[in-house]
């Protein structure tokens, strides 16, 4: 089973940046399609940003231009750079597989807060 540990969250004013990162453990990251994940105080965990293998890219509308999603097959990771930050993007932030059932579980996640 694939271990994932998120880091990086943090208290930021609005306007400001983020870079989020995680580590997967397991030899088949790098054949999936990986993505980050969200999920706010009474709200359905959603998807905000997706990297299939061959690094091709797919954003959640309210979050384009503003973040950035990249991997490194080889030291199992993805980051999530995030810009011009909002205070709806205060939610704790997850990475796993798309569709997440592949890799069966899920990290602790970190926790973005946006606000002055």
């Known amino acids: 089973q694939v271990q994932l540990v998120e880091s990086g969250g943090g208290l930021v004013q609005p306007g400001g940046s983020l870079r989020l990162s995680c580590a997967a453990s397991?030899?088949?990251?790098?054949?999936?399609?990986m993505g980050w994940y969200r999920q706010a105080p009474g709200k359905q965990r959603e998807l905000v940003a997706a990297i299939t293998s061959g690094e091709s890219t797919n954003y959640r509308d309210s979050v384009k231009g503003r973040f950035t999603i990249s991997r490194d097959n080889a030291n199992n990771t993805v980051s999530l750079q995030m810009n011009s930050l909002k205070p709806e993007d205060t939610a704790v932030y997850y990475c796993?597989?798309?569709?997440?059932?592949?890799?069966?579980?899920w990290g602790q996640g970190t926790q973005v807060t946006v606000s002055s």
């Open positions: 796993n597989a798309v569709p997440s059932w592949k890799f069966g579980a």
């Open positions: 397991g030899s088949t990251f790098r054949i999936n399609t």
